[in-house]
Structure formats: structure tokens, C-alpha cells
């Protein structure tokens, strides 16, 4: 199966400043999509950006983008110009193209963001 | 806007109570799902429904049971609480479809006493 593993429990940014969230997964597929979903407190959450394995190109949404490493099953999320709404958790998740029921989903990352 | 709604934010049930969480959804989506968020833990997926009165097990269906009964509701079923099924209950859905991102429900929050 496959696993998704973000390394940072929590993280703190300066309000306007840049910060990076690090996601890893493991996979024996070549086709599959990666998504960073944002989960406000006591909100529901949603999706911030999504990236198809098959596109070399970073996907970006705004103020959000990533950084896909095909090889080194790297998917990491900057956030730049930071603002007090960002704050949230944040989870990384892997959906297979062969299966799209199946989504695996990382530990998550707290995000907060000081004034 | 897609919504999909989760009847109950929060509960509190005592041990061997029998316990409904419904999820309605109003974008007719064919898949529904039911994940349990645990610190540390992520999501994990409970069951989901691809179709009217069908359903595929999870990651980790013991302790529950589902039934969808019309397309839009997907409800989850605790038949006998134990305590260490407390925990955040997510629903979401989606299109069965390579694009298709999943739209979360605001989250029931059970304590089981």
C-alpha cells in the first residue's frame, strides 16, 4: 500500500513570510495524483492544489505552489506571503489513477502564522 | 458550491449506545466516504459507497457498519460505542473520475463515555 509521510508535526511562519511544507510518499505506480488539502479549525476541509503525476510542471494556485519531485517522491507546499487565514492543518494525499477511491493521507502539519 | 453536510458536530454518547452519523451531499456524486482524523494519525478511511446500497470496506471497518439507502445520504453506524472509537468522523464525496478531488463535510466530533 501506499504510504504518505509529512515530517513536521507543526510549523510556525511570520506573517508576509515564506514557508514550506514537506510531504514524502511511497509508491510503486507511475500514474497518480498528489493534492494538499487545508483543514481550518473547526472547518471543513478543502482542497488548496493538486498536481497529476504525468505533468513536469509545478502546479500553482496563487499564493500556493508546489514542489514535485517525481524521483525523489518529494511533494512539497510553499505558501508564500503568509497571511493570519492560513493558518490551519495541512495534509498531503496520494490517489492512485488506477483506483480513484482509494486517497492515502499524511499525519498532517500545523500551520501557524504569527502577526 | 458543493456542501456536503454532517448532521451532528458533536456528541456525546455513552459505551454500548448505538450511534447514527448522517452525511448528506448535494452534488450527485457518485462516491461517499467516511474517514476517522485521529491526531498524528491522518485520515483513515472507514468505508465508502460507490453507488446506491453498495459499499467496500476501508482501512479500518471494524466497530462500524454504513448504509446508503439514496444517492445523496451516506450514514455511518456505530452499533455498540466503545470508548476508543471517540475520535473527529469525516464525510466526504466525489466524482468516480481521474480529477475527481474529494469535498469534506465539517466533521462530527463523538465522545463515547
Known amino acids: 500500500a501506499q504510504t504518505v509521510t509529512q515530517s513536521q508535526p507543526e510549523m510556525s511562519v511570520q506573517e508576509a513570510e515564506t514557508v514550506t511544507l514537506s510531504c514524502t510518499y511511497d509508491?510503486?505506480?507511475?500514474?497518480?495524483?498528489l493534492f494538499w488539502y487545508k483543514q481550518p479549525p473547526s472547518r471543513q476541509m478543502i482542497l488548496v492544489i493538486r498536481q497529476e503525476a504525468y505533468k513536469q510542471q509545478n502546479a500553482t494556485e496563487n499564493r500556493f505552489s508546489v514542489n514535485f519531485q517525481k524521483a525523489a517522491k518529494s511533494f512539497s507546499l510553499k505558501i508564500s506571503d503568509s497571511q493570519l487565514g492560513d493558518a490551519a492543518m495541512y495534509f498531503c494525499?496520494?490517489?492512485?489513477?488506477?483506483?480513484?477511491?482509494?486517497?492515502?493521507f499524511g499525519s498532517g502539519t500545523k500551520l501557524n502564522v504569527k502577526p | 458550491d458543493v456542501k456536503v453536510t454532517q448532521s451532528s458536530r458533536y456528541l456525546v454518547k455513552r459505551t454500548g449506545e448505538k450511534v447514527f452519523l448522517e452525511c448528506v451531499q448535494d452534488m450527485d456524486h457518485e462516491n461517499m466516504f467516511w474517514y476517522r482524523q485521529d491526531p498524528g494519525l491522518g485520515l483513515r478511511l472507514i468505508y465508502f459507497s460507490y453507488d446506491v446500497k453498495m459499499k467496500e470496506k476501508g482501512d479500518i471497518p471494524e466497530g462500524y457498519s454504513v448504509s446508503r439507502e439514496k444517492k445523496e445520504r451516506f450514514s455511518l453506524i456505530l452499533e455498540s460505542a466503545s470508548t476508543n472509537q471517540t475520535s473527529m468522523y469525516l464525510c466526504?464525496?466525489?466524482?468516480?473520475?481521474?480529477?475527481?478531488?474529494?469535498?469534506f463535510g465539517e466533521g462530527s466530533r463523538l465522545t463515547v463515555l
Open positions: 466526504a464525496s466525489s466524482f468516480p473520475e481521474h480529477t475527481g478531488e474529494l469535498f
Open positions: 509508491t510503486s505506480e507511475s500514474d497518480y495524483y
Open positions: 494525499a496520494y490517489r492512485s489513477a488506477y483506483n480513484f477511491n482509494k486517497f492515502y
